[in-house]
């Protein structure tokens, strides 16, 4: 199974940015260029949002429409790790942000195509 951890979050101002940060780990040694990646959010009582995705082998990206134009999501596989680049936060864009990891190819949305995930960083944006 692999192992994710996310690191990079904090707090941060409105409108400021932070880059978001996971690492992957395989003791079976599959590759992480195998798994497609995705960011996940949560705030407490509301139900887990997708927030952008990022295929293996050809990159495709997906992003929700709430942070279109404002992230940017990208991978390094030979430091088995996926980014969150965030821009022009607000409030509303506080929440624990969680990485995970699936095996299908591009299913960006789907909760359950996700085969492993994070503990999750919390990003809070203050005024």
């Known amino acids: 199974q692999v192992q994710l951890v996310e690191s990079g979050g904090g707090v941060v101002q409105v409108g400021g940015s932070l880059r978001l940060s996971c690492a992957a780990s395989?003791?079976?040694?599959?590759?992480?260029?195998?798994?497609?990646m995705g960011w996940f959010r949560q705030v407490p009582g509301k139900e887990r949002e997708f927030v952008a995705c990022?295929?293996?082998?050809?990159?495709?990206?997906a992003y929700s429409n709430s942070v279109k134009g404002r992230f940017t999501i990208s991978r390094d596989n030979a430091k088995n790790t996926v980014y969150l680049q965030m821009h022009s936060l607000t409030a509303y864009d506080t929440a624990v942000y969680s990485c995970?990891?699936?095996?299908?190819?591009?299913?960006?949305?789907?909760?359950?195509?996700?085969?492993?995930w994070g503990q999750g960083t919390q990003v809070t944006v203050s005024s």
């Open positions: 395989d003791a079976s040694g599959r590759a992480f260029s195998t798994y497609t």
């Open positions: 990022i295929s293996r082998v050809y990159n495709d990206t």
């Open positions: 995970a990891a699936s095996s299908s190819y591009f299913t960006p949305a789907r909760e359950d195509s996700y085969e492993a």
